[in-house]
């Protein structure tokens, strides 16, 4: 069993920045990916940012250019980095940790942090 607890979220001005951090702990394993995702109200939830535990990273086509997600392996911890954040970027932000122990991988989820931006 894996845990997720995540911190960071808040109120920001439109061109702000936010620091979201998630830290893992439990049966981690040392080959997994860690990321965030984010459910906006009346949206489906959706993917922002992976990062592997050999550092290879995928960002969303809107985030690009303005979030960074970097990770501590040391410390089982993920932090995604948000600049210039806009409005459309408001919702709850999900940390996601996937274990590659088995086929397919298991999947751990955060409890949520919520991101508001205003205009």
């Known amino acids: 069993q894996v845990q997720l607890v995540e911190s960071g979220g808040g109120l920001v001005q439109a061109g702000g920045s936010l620091r979201l951090s998630c830290a893992a702990s439990?049966?981690?394993?040392?080959?997994?990916?860690m990321g965030w995702y984010r459910q906006a109200p009346g949206k489906q939830r959706e993917l922002v940012a992976i990062?592997?535990?050999?550092?290879?990273?995928n960002y969303a086509d809107s985030v690009k250019g303005r979030f960074t997600i970097s990770r501590d392996n040391a410390k089982n911890t993920v932090y995604l980095q948000m600049n210039s954040l806009k409005p459309e970027d408001t919702a709850v932000y999900y940390c996601?940790?996937?274990?590659?122990?088995?086929?397919?991988?298991?999947?751990?989820w955060g409890e949520g942090t919520l991101v508001t931006v205003s205009s």
């Open positions: 439990g049966s981690i394993f040392s080959i997994n990916d």
């Open positions: 996601n940790y996937r274990s590659w122990l088995k086929l397919g991988g298991d999947h751990y």
């Open positions: 990062i592997s535990s050999g550092g290879q990273i």
